[in-house]
């Protein structure tokens, strides 16, 4: 009896592993990893005053796939007696991908009707980004000014989603590392997860991650489209970190950050990542940009290359 009991046991065991085997190989086989792109913010040559016209050009000669345009130098086009058409022209005889827009909508702040202002806010400027054929918008915590409840931040980043669905562009969860109340990826983790939406996005980036005390190592923990686009730049050790300021950024690969695991955790992610150079370094700024916007990209390519 036992024997028997034994057998079919073995059998069973046998049969399942029969069966499982090709589909655990196939999904150990078939783990997609992350393709980069690249991309200029530009505050990265912003100090030269290029123009709009100016950084479109400068990113297209310097080789860039895409770029990420301030909200502000759109109006200030459009302000000028520019039409709309004629700014869409602009960027798609570009050649480049408007991968993302930088913007600044007090969205998360506590105060109803300021919250109010800021969606508003937020609903015109992703109008006007969707025309111009940009489907993000950096969603900062721009504005608030006492320490947040995340539980009901989630719930105004859910409908900040909801309004992104309407209009084409989503708000891609920003965090910065010395602002004192949302300076953690913890916090955006937190933020992202309490708004239990499949389109939540957290927008990263290596100099806040480190200013913050946010550290590296949580990235392990991600997977997936939740990082679509990524900030590079790097940080020195010689400032002490409480101290370091957005002009202390430098070059990707001329700092003290983990670039290769960095970018080695995000290729693990699976899923299409845009790394886009933010600096705002007032000595490159002294600089010729085609100059520093070639050479960034190089640096972010040569970092690429050995992951």
Known sequence: MKNSRRQALKAIGLGAGALMTPQLLKASDSKVESKFSFC??????????PSLKGYLEIAARAGYD???LWIRDLQEYLNAGNSIDSLRKLITDSGLKFENAIGFAPWMVDDDSKRKAGFEQMGKEMELLAALGCKRVAAPAYGVDAPLDLFKAGE?????????????VMPQLEFWGAFPFFHHLGQALMVAAAANDPDARILPD???????????DGLKMLSGELIEVFHM????????REEQQDKDRV?????DAPMLQILKDLNNMGGNKV?????FNQEYWKMDPLTVAKTGLEKMKTLVSKV
């Open 251 to 255: 070059y990707p690969g001329d700092g």
């Open 275 to 279: 790394l886009s150079l933010e600096l």
């Open 206 to 216: 290596v100099y806040h991650l480190f200013r913050g005390n946010s550290g590296y």
């Open 233 to 240: 730049n790097d940080f020195v050790h010689h400032i002490p």
């Open 40 to 49: 200029l913010n530009t505050s990265t040559i912003m100090g030269q005053q």
């Open 66 to 68: 895409g770029v990420e």
């Open 156 to 168: 105004r980043y859910k409908a900040l989603l909801d309004l992104g669905r309407k209009t084409g």
